[in-house]
């Protein structure tokens, strides 16, 4: 049983958008084909009416989607502006392994400043020996009783040895905020940034007409391709039904041969055309469902008629007034007036690096200087001959120590070798160049809308000719076929009339074709239609007193 045509416009919003979501990605993403999804597939037939065409192409145009990347690009940049203008917390850390130290001191004589063997130590040591009244000692005697003494303790004497200010191991971590708080180069980056997301919005904006005009004329074409071929279609039904009287008019003898033979060849005229006119239409739905993104090997049928409303008020337009819309509503108009305030602040950009930028800073340090060896010789203060030894961790305090700063900065570039007085004149020539650009595209609109409005004009008046054609071949078309109902006529007579209306249709088609597109392209010209959305519209309602 085959499955049955899908209608967007039947369906509410959220199932259009369930049907949109199947093409794009097949399955849920649980694996378990649904219902819906499976009424959706890609076997089914997907019948588009011009409102679902527009609204499908809106959605998924490629076009659009580049432009709203465009969008989300801006909203990035704006971001990294503000960031210029945010605290800045910095992180750094270093490890070294001294393996071997220079002595800093080699080669001078500030090593005997920290000599003197413990003479003083000596001399205390005597001092109170005479207010006690026990006996003195040499300091050769001094000396050896502080080595037994250091030896008793376990320490070596002199076995420390190498460079006294080396250390094995050396550590170093730094915490860094800055906070700007004044840069008017930053500023004018933010600006910039903003303004850069106006103009990248307006340029969604008039994507978005470009692309329902776009989508109007791939579906007008369409139509008209699918049309012309039904109309050929019938061309040769009708010649099949003539073939066949003629024929039992060449049995009975009232006909000469040569009609039924020229009737032939004209079928198969007729039977060549019908699949150059089927051709035209299949690709004419290809070049529909590439406007609107839609997968290539989705089958597609179009719902809706080559009909024209009458009267038209655009037919009423003068060039002053449309002109007028157009410039109202034209949202690359505003892009382009927008584009000069962008060059503009890029001038301001530069011309603030005149200016110096301040910034509050705060450091915290923390550095650690950490011996493979880690005991420390601890003398009695009572007894210079009892010693002891003391252990300390890894991350005892007599290594570690920590440190904080804060202050202010200062950057001014004082000259800078002209290089800033030339950078501003180029923005300069910038800024003259988008005025130039605005002016010469006003100029553009003009002119597209005198073209536009005198092809729309031109258009109707066709499409009123042949209207009146279509009339007159029908009427002839069927006093013909009366007469040949009467005997009065000859189907020779009757082909001619026949052709005469098919080749009236398909004028009249293509002049409403013709019409449409006209049409569409004026409203595109004018700036119309808006989205609710629109920067346009914001930058409107922003204007207002």
Do not use: C
């Not at 917390?89 to 500030?110: E, H």
């Not at 066949?244 to 060549?272: H, M, W, Y």
């Not at 005892?396 to 700063?405: A, G, I, T």
Request: glycine fraction near 6%.
């Amino acid at each position: 049983m085959p499955l049955l045509p899908t209608r967007l416009s039947s369906w509410g919003p959220a199932a259009a958008l369930l049907v949109l979501g199947v093409l794009t990605a097949g399955s849920p993403a649980t694996g378990q084909p649904t219902a819906t999804a499976s009424a959706a597939g890609a076997d089914s037939t997907l019948v588009l009416t011009l409102d679902d065409a527009l609204r499908v192409g809106l959605e998924r145009s490629y076009g659009l989607r580049g432009a709203r990347l465009d969008v989300q690009n801006a909203d990035a940049q704006i971001r990294e502006a503000w960031g210029q203008l945010y605290p800045e917390l910095s992180l750094s850390g270093s490890y070294t392994r001294n393996v071997q130290t220079a002595n800093p001191f080699a080669g001078s004589d500030v090593t005997g400043l920290f000599g003197g063997g413990n003479a003083t130590d000596w001399v205390a040591f005597n001092e109170r020996a005479r207010q006690s009244g026990t006996e003195t000692i040499s300091f050769e005697e001094f000396q050896r009783r502080q080595r037994q003494g250091l030896q008793e303790a376990g320490v070596t004497p002199g076995g420390g040895g190498g460079n006294p200010f080396g250390v094995d191991n050396q550590f170093s971590s730094g915490l860094s905020l800055q906070q700007t708080l004044f840069s008017q180069s930053a500023f004018a980056a933010v600006q910039g940034a903003q303004q850069l997301q106006d103009v990248n919005q307006l340029g969604l904006d008039r994507e978005r007409q470009a692309l329902v005009d776009s989508v109007r004329g791939a579906f007008y074409g369409a139509l008209l391709a699918q049309e012309q071929a039904r109309v050929a279609r019938q061309s040769v039904e009708r010649t099949k039904e003539t073939l066949a009287e003629i024929r039992r008019q060449v049995e009975e003898g009232t006909t000469p041969k040569f009609q039924r033979l020229s009737t032939d060849v004209e079928l198969s005229n007729l039977r060549t055309q019908r699949v150059q006119a089927e051709n035209r239409a299949d690709l004419a739905r290809e070049q529909l469902k590439l406007a609107l993104a839609l997968p290539m090997d989705r089958p597609v049928a179009l719902e809706g008629s080559l009909a024209v409303d009458n009267p038209d008020p655009l037919l009423n337009l003068t060039v002053d007034r449309a002109t007028q819309q157009a410039f109202k509503h034209r949202p690359d108009l505003e892009q382009a007036r927008q584009n000069i305030e962008l060059r503009e602040v890029d001038k301001n950009t530069v011309r603030a690096q005149y200016l110096p930028t301040v910034s509050a800073v705060a450091n915290f340090d923390y550095t650690g200087r950490v011996p493979d060896d880690r005991s420390r010789t601890l003398s009695n203060p009572t007894d210079p001959f009892d010693f002891s030894v003391q252990e300390r961790g890894f991350f005892h305090s007599d290594f570690w120590n920590p440190s904080l700063n804060v202050g202010l900065q200062l950057s001014w570039t004082i000259f800078d070798g002209f290089q800033r007085e030339s950078q501003i004149q180029q923005r300069e020539v910038a800024v003259r160049r988008a005025e130039l650009q605005r002016e010469q595209q006003r100029s553009v609109v003009q002119l597209q809308i005198e073209q536009s409005l005198r092809t729309l004009r031109a258009a109707y008046q066709r499409l009123q000719a042949q209207k009146q054609n279509v009339e007159t071949a029908e009427l002839n078309y069927e006093y013909t076929r009366r007469r040949v109902e009467n005997g009065v006529s000859s189907q020779l007579e009757l082909r001619e009339a026949s052709n005469q209306l098919d080749e009236s249709r398909l004028n009249r088609l293509q002049a409403i074709h013709d019409y449409l597109r006209a049409r569409s392209a004026l409203e595109r010209a004018m700036g119309v239609p808006l989205s609710e959305d629109s920067a346009f519209q914001r930058v409107a309602e922003s204007r207002r007193p």
